[in-house]
């Protein structure tokens, strides 16, 4: 089975910081997809950013960044010049042939004025 | 619609009652999934339609819940003789490929008393 994992119930940075979000996952496939979605108040599950399993080079949106470690089956998100808007949950999320999202249980941000 | 419009926003309904409700996916999306969200968790799958048949219903967690896309657009989350464990937000998302991740509704907040 498919399983991810988010270590990081919760973090708080100062705004303008940069924070890294883990995340671990496992998979028997070799062609899938990692996404980072957030989820502020309104509950509406944002796209952060995507990452294609088979490229090697670390996609980047911005502000955003990952750490895609495909041998180790890590997948962190990198918050650069953090902004009160970036608080809400983040939550990291797999797919592969079954087309269905599978996401981890949820880190907590809180960017601190 | 410009984006995943899910109704009603809130419901609220008695133990035993039976509730519908809505989702209103991206125009052009072939494909539309249903999750549950408990509270502090990552969305949990429930079940994913291809145009108008359920392609994988495996998440549904009894058969007190039922899902139709009867035109391959709108769908209906239907959940009968409702328990106190099914309060949760139910997502509906949709998506034309998967490469792409899912557009997400705001949910339902579904509680039961």
């Known amino acids: 089975a498919q399983t991810v994992t988010q270590s990081q119930p919760e973090m708080s940075v100062q705004e303008a910081e940069t924070v890294t979000l883990s995340c671990t996952y496992d998979?028997?496939?070799?062609?899938?997809?990692l996404f980072w979605y957030k989820q502020p108040p309104s509950r509406q599950m944002i796209l952060v950013i995507r990452q294609e399993a088979y490229k090697q080079q670390n996609a980047t949106e911005n502000r955003f960044s990952v750490n895609f470690q495909k041998a180790a089956k890590s997948f962190s998100l990198k918050i650069s010049d953090s902004q009160l808007g970036d608080t809400a949950m983040y939550f990291c999320a797999l797919i592969w042939g079954a087309q269905k999202l599978v996401f981890g249980q949820g880190t907590r941000l809180t960017i601190n004025p | 619609g410009a984006g995943v419009s899910q109704t009603p926003s809130n419901k609220v309904t008695e133990k035993g009652k039976y509730v519908e409700l809505r989702c209103d996916p991206i125009?052009?999306?072939?494909?539309l999934y249903w999750y549950r969200q408990s509270l502090g968790q990552g969305p949990e799958f429930l079940i994913y339609?291809?145009?108008?048949?359920?392609?994988?219903d495996s998440g549904l967690p009894n058969d007190r819940f039922f899902a139709v896309r009867p035109e391959g657009s709108v769908s209906t989350l239907k959940i009968q003789r409702t328990e106190r464990g099914d309060s949760a937000v139910y997502l509906c998302?949709?998506?034309?490929?998967?490469?792409?991740?899912?557009?997400f509704g705001s949910g339902t907040r579904l509680t039961v008393v």
């Open positions: 339609f291809q145009g108008t048949g359920a392609a994988d």
């Open positions: 998979t028997s496939e070799n062609n899938y997809y």
């Open positions: 998302a949709s998506s034309v490929s998967r490469e792409d991740g899912y557009t």
């Open positions: 125009s052009g999306h072939t494909a």
